[in-house]
């Protein structure tokens, strides 16, 4: 079945330092991908959706540039957390759907775990 | 906003149906109902989608009502590893910026043995 990567699955740094996440769809193409934030005890957010060669749309009361997303090819998209703080300490999840099929259903990647000390 | 209800918890015993409701009263007539399920410090993970005929695949059945306002998500079987929280989501297949899953609170099914 279709397969999306996430890496790294935890990262633990320091405040004011970035953080680069990434999330590769393995065995299909993806002009979309979607990034999600979910904080404990709490359901998915929707943060933005990244396309392929395109800017990225970003939800309301997102930061784009706290939260910059490149979306290069049609397997890999980035998300990097600028400047760090413990704030931004949450579970980061991302999204694709096989853009050669419409109607398939979005598959997610595992996750980040983000902890900012 | 999420347009579904779900409620927030429910038990199962091991080996037995575990039978998950839905309410999407505000369903449009292109939108399709997903379910996903995340188990504990996971992504979530896709189960079945419908859009007015009842489903079936390895995993569950989904049984949609005539007026498609509701629906319900059934393990046939539930084990100890079925416990996660389950998402109802509604959506359209095709339509851009529209074309997003919005997750709602979903519910905490846990399965007991």
Redesign the interface.
Known sequence: GAVVSQHPSWVICKSGTSVKIECRSLDFQATTMFWYRQFPKQSLMLMATSNEGSKATYEQGVEKDKFLINHASLTLSTLTVTSAHPEDSSFYICSARDSESGGQPQHFGDGTRLSIL | DAKTTQPPSMDCAEGRAANLPCNHSTISGNEYV?W?R?IH??????II?GLKNNETNEMASLIITEDRKSSTLILPHATLRDTAVY?CIVRV??GG?TN???????TLLAVQP
Do not use: D, N
């Open positions: 997903y996903y995340q410090s996971q992504g979530p993970q896709y989608h998402y297949l095709y910026a997003k899953l919005i997750f709602g609170t979903g």
